[in-house]
């Protein structure tokens, strides 16, 4: 909802418990900026807006040193007049000018949706600004447009997308989801300090140390506490940038990144991708909920699909991929429960290693010799859907699309090209470029009738060229990867997609709305995973995380672990198995049989229901993860201890998301337990020794109500 004053230009834009307000002034004069931010965070009135709106600008003795306006009080910062805080747009005209002086031209409300218009004083230059509450969600959604009106080109130096305000204080503290590859999306916490906190990715992709998004608070927990927290929808090159001051005004800065200026021509406008905005007062958990019901209803394409058991073939054959084993693993895979059988790397030419093929995507004669259509005919006669992978964006050198079309990939006109890891990046801004991959992946599908594409993308992007034009490469790969997998859903859109990028490199709302999941890190070691997959469902939906049973000891951290724990890791998200299931004993494979058997049957109360923490990865005590359906009758609990020392009894873990007066009954023992014992004592683990790991679930007690008579600790 949006509320207005008739007169005084205030606008208070309210959501699910949060509230955001800012005051429009039509011609504040030279210098000044024309849109006021008054307030983010717990829902106010109007009049509360207006109150703020009255109080003094400055919260310290002025000085001749300091920005004016400030950042943390601008709604958009441009480069112009006496700021020195950190913009978000920065742009030079054709006369040399490097200053933007905006003024309002006029404000549109319709519903939920805010539009901001602003014009240069001097220049035909627009920025349009644009706001829309989602209703039920608790989401901002801000994006901003740039427009040249005039007939002659502008140099965009810097465009980001929005400048986000938070309350003055003078402690906050940063929450970020960093790490590298194999360690992805560790949540790692920093006070904010006076300076600037710059987070980036400047590979072309959104990269492996840190996820477009950042949260602060002053000393929120789990489940209490404020949190303020923001995302950028965009899978290439980004930057943000928190900035705290003296006098405790915050501000934060994100959108696209990268060096290189480019050109808005003449009559061109450029749509900067959209950031979102949650508020929560009820700590972490909570916020994490309320980003996985935003993803599940405005992001995911199909997020009422329940995601299948899948089984990739890369760590049991390698590149010896050949139809007759492939055909004997998905007959294994078949009798394990398995529902998706998905041929990784190496079915295409001529490709023994990773040094030859990406970019010739036929098939093998010698290893298919009646065609990889026979093979996907016959794992669908088996009664499972089958899919490839694929890595579109790159070319070897050894490859006859290189040979024939050298000029396509990314590289400076008078250098050598760098290779990496024996291959080249296709430049996706050139529109024969994603036409060629959109015709090879849809001829793929179509040929084969594939259910499934796995795509990967297994380096950086480097030297991107901007050419004569000096359009912006970063820029434009980015939306041309986006264009190719647009139309490949157009063209099928029952299609299952998985983004995967050396592991987790490229996980964002800008791929996730065109993706069915993510592949989170190629480290599937499943110690290591805990954490990994802690971070990322601090923003991403369980229906959203891929998580696989791979062989112990694990390939890159050695370690040995049971494979009742390594099922349990994996059952916590979208379970897969990528271990070499033809190598198993009868003993791991009743096993393994009987834990699909049960991820399947509790599939909808994981992949469907709400996620809790119950606490984070330790070393030395039990956490686990609680899912809770969505009518609030089954309970699904996975607990976890990395280690138990000798004489350890059972520990009680407490319970989140269960109701205090209700009862709750354990459907292997029959026990019955009230709501809020489980809440407030915990729920009784017995757990032993190293990697130990236990599945309980729990079914509300239909027509009755807690009492001291029907509980147990």
């Not at 000798?646 to 709750?664: M, N």
Request: charged letters at 25%; hydrophobic letters at 40%; aromatic letters at 8%.
């Amino acid at each position: 909802m949006i509320e207005h004053g008739a007169d005084d230009g205030i606008y208070l834009l309210t959501g699910d418990d949060f509230g955001y307000a800012l005051a429009v002034e039509p011609d504040p004069g030279p210098g000044a900026g024309p849109v006021r931010h008054l307030h983010w965070g717990a829902a106010i009135t109007l009049d509360d807006a207006r109150n703020l709106d009255a109080r003094p600008a400055t919260r310290a003795a002025p000085s001749g040193s300091w920005s004016q306006p400030r950042a943390d009080q601008e709604e958009y910062v441009v480069d112009g007049g006496y700021r020195h805080d950190e913009p978000a747009l920065s742009v030079e005209f054709a006369d040399g000018v490097r200053s933007l002086d905006l003024r309002s031209a006029g404000v549109e409300v319709d519903v939920d949706e805010l539009v901001i218009r602003l014009v240069d004083r001097v220049y035909p230059f627009e920025v349009m600004l644009h706001y829309r509450v989602e209703p039920g969600l608790g989401a901002l959604v801000r994006s901003t447009e740039l427009i040249n009106r005039g007939a002659e080109p502008v140099l965009i130096h810097r465009a980001a997308t929005a400048g986000w305000a938070l309350p003055p204080r003078t402690d906050y503290r940063l929450t970020s989801l960093s790490g590298g590859y194999a360690a992805e999306t560790q949540l790692t916490r920093r006070p904010v300090r006076i300076g600037r906190i710059v987070l980036e990715s400047r590979t072309g992709i959104t990269g492996h140390e840190n996820q477009p998004w950042l949260a602060f608070d002053v000393d929120a927990g789990d489940d209490h506490g404020e949190v303020w927290s923001v995302a950028l929808a965009w899978s290439g090159v980004w930057r943000a940038t928190a900035q705290s001051l003296l006098d405790g005004g915050t501000h934060l800065t994100i959108g696209t990144g990268g060096e290189l200026p480019s050109v808005l021509a003449a009559g061109e406008r450029l749509d900067l991708p959209p950031s979102v905005g949650i508020y929560g007062g009820n700590g972490f958990d909570g916020l994490a909920r309320r980003w996985h019901r935003y993803e599940i209803e405005r992001v995911l394409p199909q997020p009422a699909a329940l995601r299948p058991v899948l089984y990739n073939s890369w760590e049991a054959t390698g590149f010896d991929v050949t139809a007759a084993g492939q055909l004997a693993l998905a007959r294994t895979a078949r009798d394990l429960g398995i529902e998706l059988f998905v041929i990784d790397d190496g079915w295409f030419r001529p490709r023994d290693d990773d040094t030859a093929g990406l970019g010739d995507w036929y098939e093998v004669p010698r290893r298919f010799p009646d065609g990889l259509r026979a093979v996907a005919d016959e794992v669908h006669r088996m009664g499972l859907a089958f899919g490839l992978w694929v890595e579109p964006e790159m070319v070897s050198a050894d490859s006859d699309l290189y040979r024939r079309r050298p000029d396509w990939i990314h590289r400076w006109p008078t250098r050598e090209p760098t290779l990496q890891r024996h291959q080249y990046v296709l430049d996706f801004g050139r529109a024969e470029v994603v036409d060629w991959a959109l015709r090879q992946l849809d001829r793929l599908v179509s040929d084969l009738d594939l259910d499934y594409l796995k795509w990967d993308v297994n380096r950086s992007l480097a030297e991107p060229y901007p050419g004569p034009r000096r359009r912006n490469p970063w820029l434009d790969h980015v939306r041309g990867f986006y264009r190719v997998l647009d139309g490949l859903r157009e063209r099928h859109p029952e299609l299952l997609i998985e983004t995967c990028a050396a592991g987790g490199g490229r996980v964002d709302q800008g791929i996730l709305s065109r993706s069915d999941w993510a592949w989170p890190s190629d480290n599937t070691d499943a110690r290591d995973r805990l954490s990994i997959q802690h971070g990322f469902t601090q923003v991403h939906p369980t229906r959203a995380m891929a998580c696989w049973v791979t062989d112990t000891p694990g390939v890159l951290s050695g370690r040995t672990m049971p494979l009742r724990f390594r099922f349990h890791v994996a059952m916590t998200g979208v379970l897969g198995i990528g271990a070499d299931i033809a190598g198993w004993t009868a003993e791991e494979s009743v096993q393994g049989r009987e834990l699909i058997a049960t991820y399947r049957r509790l599939r909808p109360t994981i992949q469907q229901g709400e996620r809790f923490r119950l606490g984070a990865p330790d070393p030395e005590r039990p956490f686990g993860v609680l899912f809770r359906s969505a009518d609030g009758e089954r309970i699904v609990i996975f607990a976890f201890a990395l280690s138990i020392r000798h004489g350890a009894r059972g520990q009680d873990l407490p319970l989140a998301g269960l109701d205090p007066t209700a009862l709750y009954r354990d459907d292997s023992s029959g026990q019955t337990y009230s709501g809020s014992l489980l809440l407030h004592r915990g729920l009784r683990v017995e757990l032993r020794g190293d990697y130990a790991s236990t599945l309980i679930t729990l079914s509300r007690v239909v027509g009755t109500s807690a009492g001291p008579s029907r509980t147990t600790s």
